[in-house]
């Protein structure tokens, strides 16, 4: 009895932890009733309690049909056999796959479209791992019985078929590892685009691409001009030979508003 009573108290923990878990990663949330009634991945979390509860006790059949009329009403998908940790946030939700031995730790959000897939029909693990902390951005899919580590972070899109290391962030098709060092390199492209008024938010090491990579080039070779041209005048001056005083033209910031608009195209 009392076995049970413990078993309740825990049940009602988990949704209240659940709910509260919205109000942490969704600034639009503005009260529980709104989130009870209009949170579609919180209603695929809750069902999927259920399910899963009725799966371990062997009710197989009902649990399956308690997640397929979930994902009916929902629009996500989450095989009963599926284990999930606590306070895990689907945002929007539309289109999420988990599947059977998708293993989910604490604290993990997925965004709509994401897919927990697996590479194989053989039984047994053929579902990812996230552990406790880790982000899977819009589209992503998941592909294989591998490890995603703690605090990682999957962008948009992206397909991952192999490990992810801790705190690692993952973008691209196939997806790959992307690490931001502290280079003088990057520091001087930082100080470039400072120095034009410029800053483009897709000239970053978060976002490999091949214009991001062309406007990288592009800093670089203006950084090297302008060191080169800093040295020239300096000889220049110690020659006696005047020229270098003369300001070079200004760039404005709305020169490059058609520049940043584009961006988004």
């Not at 998908?77 to 604490?106: K, S």
């Not at 899919?141 to 972070?153: D, M, S």
């Not at 590892?177 to 410029?198: C, H, L, S, W, Y």
Request: charged letters at 25%; glycine letters at 10%.
């Amino acid at each position: 009895m009392w076995a049970s009573v413990r078993e309740e108290v825990a049940m009602f923990d988990r949704v209240r932890e659940d709910v509260a878990s919205v109000f942490h990663r969704d600034p639009a949330a503005r009260n529980t009733l709104e989130v009870l009634l209009n949170y579609p991945g919180l209603h695929a979390v809750l069902f999927h309690r259920l399910a899963h509860g009725l799966w371990r006790r062997n009710f197989k059949q009902l649990a399956r049909f308690i997640s397929t009329f979930s994902r009916w009403l929902t629009g996500i998908e989450i095989h009963p056999g599926a284990q999930i940790g606590r306070r895990f946030f689907i945002d929007h939700g539309m289109g999420v796959v988990i599947g059977e031995t998708a293993e989910i730790g604490d604290d993990v959000t997925l965004y709509h479209g994401v897919t927990l897939g697996g590479t194989s029909w053989n039984k047994g693990k053929r579902h990812p791992t996230l552990e406790d902390g880790v982000v899977v951005g819009a589209g992503a899919k998941v592909l294989g019985p591998f490890i995603v580590r703690k605090n990682a972070k999957i962008g948009s899109n992206s397909v991952v078929t192999k490990e992810v290391p801790e705190g690692a962030t993952v973008v691209g098709i196939p997806g790959r590892v992307i690490n931001k060092p502290v280079t003088e390199k990057e520091k001087a492209r930082q100080e470039m685009a400072d120095k034009i008024g410029f800053e483009a938010y897709g000239v970053s090491n978060d976002m490999p691409d091949p214009v991001a990579e062309a406007i990288h080039l592009l800093l670089d070779h203006m950084h090297a001009v302008d060191n080169k041209l800093d040295r020239v005048c300096t000889n220049l001056k110690k020659q006696g030979i005047q020229g270098c005083d003369e300001k070079l033209p200004e760039l404005k910031d709305e020169d490059f508003e058609p520049v940043n608009a584009g961006g988004t195209d």
